[in-house]
């Protein structure tokens, strides 16, 4: 993402944006992790963008992540949850407007 301002410009890295995402997945109750498409676990701050794929297209964000759900918890539910919070995270602290989340749930917590 980059914006032109008068006196300068701003950057943010996809990276930033995937650990954004991946936080944001993980303030969520019912997920107990976040995970990489092979279904392996991912340290938040060294692998974000493992587990959220991130698309930027005209200041438009597309969003892909990868979740582990607590049996105890309705798989639908948290998904729709981490939709929801991913898009908010996002568009508050950058601005961008999120036009799609894809959540996958690879594994669940027994």
Known sequence: MD??????????????ISLIAAEACVEVEGVKAIMTPQSEKVNIQKGAQKS????ILD????????IEVDSDYNIKDVCYKVQKKIKENIGMMT???VINVDVVCEKISI
């Open 95 to 97: 601005g961008l407007v």
């Open 3 to 16: 914006n032109k301002f008068n006196n300068g410009s701003v950057k943010i890295s996809n990276d930033i």
């Open 52 to 55: 959220v794929i991130i698309e």
């Open 59 to 66: 200041n438009a964000v597309n969003v892909r992540a990868h």
